[in-house]
């Protein structure tokens, strides 16, 4: 079946800090794959998503790039600020007929400034 | 894009009673779910909620415990039956836009804390 396998936290950085949080997956055929968000005592956002191999998503100063031969889909950022703090969640959702995500377990991260 | 109101926001109920939790959209879509998010954790599907028929649930949830109604394309509930503490978790209604590039939208999400 599928999984989404993510960095564990939580994640604790300066301000202005890079920032990579991984991402790897299993899945059959060819996904999409997604970065939600989730901010104090709110739902989830997407933040950013691709939909094929080599594909980059970007938004906000974060970007992913889904690289199929590595089954990865890692979230960066080249300077975080203290309002990116939250949880991210990485995605997938197939495309046969299962329309259901798969979410990873999360990643806790906190900015100091 | 879709727009989700959810209510309530949070509540804090007694053990052994029910809570219904309900989920409003802006547009009319096809896939509406539900999920729960226990302290912690990640995203667990609770069901499929199937316009004009039963919910369809995952593996650990029935719907005794998690009855679920559709009546319309734009509009869920989920009730949380026979509450327990283990049933604090934040509840959260979901729509997929089927298009060309499938998103998910999700509503804010309901904190349920029972004592």
């Known amino acids: 079946g599928n999984s989404v396998t993510q960095m564990e936290g939580p994640v604790t950085l300066s301000e202005e800090a890079f920032l990579t949080i991984n991402c790897t997956y299993t899945?059959?055929?060819?996904?999409?794959l997604f970065w939600y968000v989730q901010y104090p005592g709110e739902g989830l956002q997407l933040l950013l998503k691709?939909?094929?191999?080599?594909d980059k998503g970007s938004n906000k100063g974060f970007e992913a790039t889904y690289r199929k031969e590595t089954t990865s889909f890692h979230l960066e950022k080249g300077s975080v600020q203290v309002s990116d703090s939250a949880v991210y969640f990485c995605?997938?959702?197939?495309?046969?007929?299962?329309?259901?995500?798969?979410f990873g377990t999360g990643t806790r991260l906190t900015i100091i400034p | 894009s879709a727009v989700i109101s959810q209510k309530p926001s949070r509540d804090i109920c007694q053990r052994g009673t029910s809570l219904t939790i309900q989920c409003q959209v802006d547009?009319?879509?096809?896939?509406m779910f539900w999920y729960r998010q226990q302290p912690g954790q990640s995203l667990t599907l609770i069901a499929t909620a199937n316009q004009g028929s039963e919910a369809t649930y995952e593996s650990g949830f029935v719907i005794d415990k998690f009855p679920i109604s559709r009546p319309n394309l734009t509009f869920s509930t989920l009730t949380v039956s026979n509450m327990s503490p283990e049933d604090s978790s934040i509840y959260l209604c979901?729509?997929?836009?089927?298009?060309?590039?499938?998103?998910?939208?999700f509503g804010q999400g309901t904190r349920l804390t029972v004592v």
């Open positions: 979901s729509v997929e836009d089927l298009g060309f590039y499938t998103e998910a939208f």
């Open positions: 691709a939909t094929k191999a080599d």
């Open positions: 899945a059959t055929g060819y996904p999409s």
């Open positions: 995605a997938l959702l197939t495309n046969f007929g299962n329309e259901k995500l798969t």
């Open positions: 547009s009319q879509v096809t896939m």
